[in-house]
């Protein structure tokens, strides 16, 4: 039988997107009022990004064309404002399942390096970067009130692609792998 992805593999834990799929959706069981935002990085090629996140959407039983898509730009973390302006068109919404997908993270990183011209500097920011983005929505007390009085779950997935280079591309996958804070990760290589 082939698999619903082809021959995608989530080389982060040496396994099938399908076997990555069927564990974000345990994740989404486990979730209740005190954890409203789940939070997850695919780092893929575009042409295999769409194929992920249309396959892990038909796992969880979400349509496609009812996620949100957010685009994060500049070096602050502008994600946890973004969010809270979206609150209200959230809890609109009908259903209780929502997917935001955050675009713009390696072009952070891009930004961030060309702010941080000494190597140094940069390399110790960057060990750090991915966690403070995470743990910015995790704890986030006035986030974690206004999502958690919705009774709704939030999947929130960070894209990491190639469209700014493989050496940004990298860099955001090796960040984005050290944080302590996110739930789950896709990473493919080609």
Known sequence: MEKATGEICNSLYAESIEETAKIWKKHL??????????????????????????????????????????????????????????????????????????????????????????????EMTLTRFGHDYDQNIAENKKLKGIYSKMNKKIVLITMIGKKDGEEFFKDAVRTAVGSHFRDGMIIVEE
Do not use: H
């Open 29 to 122: 069981e486990w979730a209740d009022e005190t954890k409203p935002i789940l939070r997850y990085f695919i780092a893929a090629p575009n042409e295999c990004y769409q194929k992920i996140l249309g396959y892990i959407c038909s796992q969880m039983n979400i349509d496609v064309e009812k996620i949100l898509n957010l685009k994060i730009e500049g070096i602050e973390c502008d994600l946890t404002a973004k969010l809270e302006n979206i609150a209200r068109i959230i809890e609109k919404r009908e259903e209780n399942l929502i997917v935001v997908v955050v675009s713009g993270f390696e072009g952070r990183i891009k930004r961030l390096a060309n702010d941080l011209r000494d190597k140094f500097a940069y």
